[in-house]
């Protein structure tokens, strides 16, 4: 073995460091890299070594590197940062959903940690102690840990661990209810990562927590504030894989907005980006797919996405009950959604499920299970009030009030829904609830205002691309005379089906990570070279697309 020269070596992570500096995670990977081939690097240069590998996106690298890291640490008796690595090794693996491989570095992280407990190392330990025991439902012991956590960093000034905890305070106030606590404590955390005061990694995790906690309070505009924040984050410093989950965050508000083939670009290039980093975030990527192709009318795609989803450990719910629905199966949409409700205790996560649950059981006949759902999303509404939820509280106790006959009052909880959804500028939701409100002015004998309701909806699903909300409510104005459908034009057009040839043999030779990325970027190529010829996209299944053309000229 060749002798390490141990100044050339100090160069070389000198210049590592430089370029870490600039955020050149490439370059810094690959200086190390070679260092690490002479058998150079001790175990701070192959923690650097790790997460430049896992900041340029080479998952597998990266984690190889940190077990070195930690066995390095140890045999330097330095077991403060063999204890750190084991921590990092135990969420990293825990994200893949290697739970067993995960506990095993949570016990060296405690074997090697032992006695040692004031010190950083033991309060980034600490906090993996008090998740696991918020997970448990042990809350008492849960926040002690944390709070604790917060002290060791703030004793030995460790942003990262300090920061990361108050973070945690936060999020976890939020949950109970507490919610102008808990967003202070959160945007603080935030704050200090906009000033760098963090490092990447805990910097992308709590943007990722802070845009989740703001959607699922259903404060948009704050979501989209953060969302912006982290892009930007992104874009200079360019840390795998929080690109992809920007991504699934903008594919969530553009969805929102109603700009649902971006919002499907960006949901599965997010999935391509994230999957082998953590299967939960990837397969939030599938469901955002999902759900974009329900509201299209694509139910088989929408079927596939929720599948897979499902295959990477997520409940996908409220789609595949919804997607359920959409097939003509209300009794199993709604058997689908109770056991997603049964299993879920979290008020923010069960409110997601409360609106359609009270669309499911009126479409499956059960009036009581309706009513009880309605009630509990406006009990929860008293507590997470938002526009966006009141909105879906109002939709959600028109519906009921609709099945039950109490159409005037149906029509003033409808009427402030369709209102809402229109100021927060949320299209879809909007053009449901005037279906809803047009019902209950036709009960009321209002048919031509109940027509109005119908066809504002019928040109917003219209201009969505909602082909089967849009057919439903043609119906509807047909059968109250408000004209029959538009009547059938012949045309003539061009069709282009494109495929890989021999993809199967192409994915066995590079491997399903590179395929992941090959077919990300040939499905954002095939669609923009489409859209600048004037194409549309009418079918994509695997690795082919269905396009349609004005003209064969045009196609060619």
């Known amino acids: 073995m060749a002798t390490v020269d141990p100044g050339l070596v100090s160069e070389v992570v000198r210049a590592a460091r430089e370029a870490v500096s600039r955020r050149n995670w490439a370059e810094a990977h690959r200086l190390l890299s070679d260092a690490d081939s002479t058998g150079g690097l001790d175990g701070d240069g192959l923690a650097m070594l790790a997460s430049t590998a896992f900041a340029s996106g080479s998952v597998h690298d990266a984690l190889e590197a940190q077990a ?15 204890g750190r690595m084991a921590c990092e090794l135990y969420s990293d693996h825990g994200r893949r959903g290697e739970t067993s491989v995960a506990a095993g570095w949570l016990r060296r992280a405690e074997h090697a940690l032992q006695g040692d407990e004031d010190c950083a190392a033991y309060g980034h330990l600490t906090i993996r102690h008090a998740v696991g025991a918020h997970k448990r439902g042990d809350i008492e012991q849960a926040d002690e840990l944390m709070a604790r956590a917060l002290d060791l960093g703030r004793r030995h000034a460790d942003a990262d661990l300090a920061f990361y905890a108050m973070h945690y305070q936060g999020l976890w106030l939020i949950r109970r209810g507490q919610v102008d606590e808990g967003l202070a404590l959160l945007e603080e955390a935030a704050l200090a990562a906009v000033n760098r ?58 969805r929102m907005r109603g700009a649902w083939a971006e919002a499907e670009r960006e949901a599965l290039s997010g999935w391509a980006d994230l999957i082998e980093v953590s299967r939960l975030m990837a397969a939030a990527g599938l469901c955002e797919a999902g759900e974009v192709r329900l509201r299209l009318g694509d139910l088989d795609g929408a079927e596939d996405a929720f599948r897979r989803a499902h295959e990477l450990g997520h409940e996908a719910q409220p789609g595949r009950a919804l997607l359920a629905l959409a097939r003509g199966e209300p009794a199993a949409a709604m058997s689908a959604l109770d056991r997603g409700l049964a299993q879920q205790s979290d008020q923010l996560e069960r409110m997601r499920l409360l609106g359609p649950a009270v669309e499911i059981a009126i479409a499956a006949g059960n009036l009581d299970a309706a009513r009880a759902a309605s009630a509990e999303l406006d009990r929860a509404v008293e507590t997470f009030s938002s526009a966006a939820w009141q909105a879906i509280r109002d939709q959600a106790a028109g519906r009921v009030l609709l099945a039950t006959g109490s159409a005037e009052d149906a029509a003033r909880a409808l009427h402030r829904s369709v209102t809402t959804f229109c100021t927060l500028g949320i299209p879809y939701e909007a053009a ?30 219209a201009e969505l691309g909602a082909a089967r909300d849009e057919r439903r409510v043609t119906a509807l104005i047909a059968s109250s005379g408000g004209g029959s459908p538009p009547a059938i034009e012949r045309a003539t057009r061009a069709f282009m089906f494109t495929d890989i040839v021999d993809s199967t043999r192409l994915i066995e030779a590079i491997g399903d990570e590179a395929w992941a990325h090959v077919i990300t970027w040939h499905d954002r190529e095939a669609r923009e070279c489409v859209a600048r010829h004037g194409g549309e996209e009418l079918d994509d299944a695997g690795d082919g697309f269905l396009f349609c053309f004005s003209t064969a000229a045009d196609a060619l």
């Open 432 to 461: 449901q609830t005037r279906v809803l409100l047009g019902q209950a002015l036709a009960d009321l004998g209002q048919v031509s205002e109940a027509i109005e309701e119908w066809q504002t909806a019928r040109r917003s699903f």
């Open 68 to 82: 070195r890291a930690y066995a390095a640490h140890l045999a330097e008796g330095n077991s403060r940062a063999a």
């Open 197 to 254: 005061e963090t490092g990447p990694w805990i910097t992308g995790l709590i943007y990722c927590n802070v845009i989740a906690t703001c959607r699922d309070l259903g404060d948009w505009e704050r979501a989209a504030e953060w969302t912006e924040v982290a892009d930007r984050w992104t874009c200079s410093d360019n840390v795998a894989p929080f690109p992809g989950v920007c991504r699934i965050h903008r594919a969530e508000l553009k």
